[in-house]
């Protein structure tokens, strides 16, 4: 029997994170929604419904290393946030790079004709977070 996956990956920003979601096999990550944050209690529970309804066991944040792999402050704010969701909700954390997803994700959004880099910064924050749930379900398949 194939083990479920069951995880939510997060695009965490200073006004929003982005959601994605997996199917259970692990196959394929594909957006959820985007979370405008008002305040870090209000971002637990609409987190929390969404790991209730979906029998979440991890969350998957994308880490914004600098370009040369460091650490700089939005790293340590996107951990120390992270870290909080984590234990406030009660779910294990892992993280992964995510240096360019969201040059990737608008670049991918950009097939959308009615699509608008200025309008649409929830469309480009959730598909950031399937980018990088993708990628951590990718590593997890490859063993590596």
Do not use: H
């Not at 946030?81 to 670049?107: C, K």
């Amino acid at each position: 029997m194939v083990e479920r996956v069951s995880a939510l990956g997060l695009d965490v920003g200073q006004r929003r994170v982005g959601v994605a979601g997996c199917d259970g096999t692990g196959l394929i990550a594909s957006e959820l929604t985007t979370i405008r944050r008002t305040s870090f209690t209000r971002d637990v529970e609409q987190l929390q419904q969404l790991i209730d309804a979906r029998g979440v066991r991890l969350l998957v944040v994308g880490m914004p290393y600098t370009l040369d792999g460091n650490s700089g402050v939005q790293a340590r704010a996107v951990s120390d946030y992270a870290e909080r969701l984590g234990a406030a909700l009660q779910v294990p954390v892992e993280f992964v790079d995510e240096r360019l997803t969201s040059v990737e994700a608008e670049a991918q959004l950009r097939s959308n004709r009615r699509f608008s880099p200025r309008r649409d910064k929830a469309a480009i924050d959730a598909r950031a977070a399937a980018i990088i749930l993708q990628q951590w379900l990718d590593r997890r398949r490859s063993g590596s």
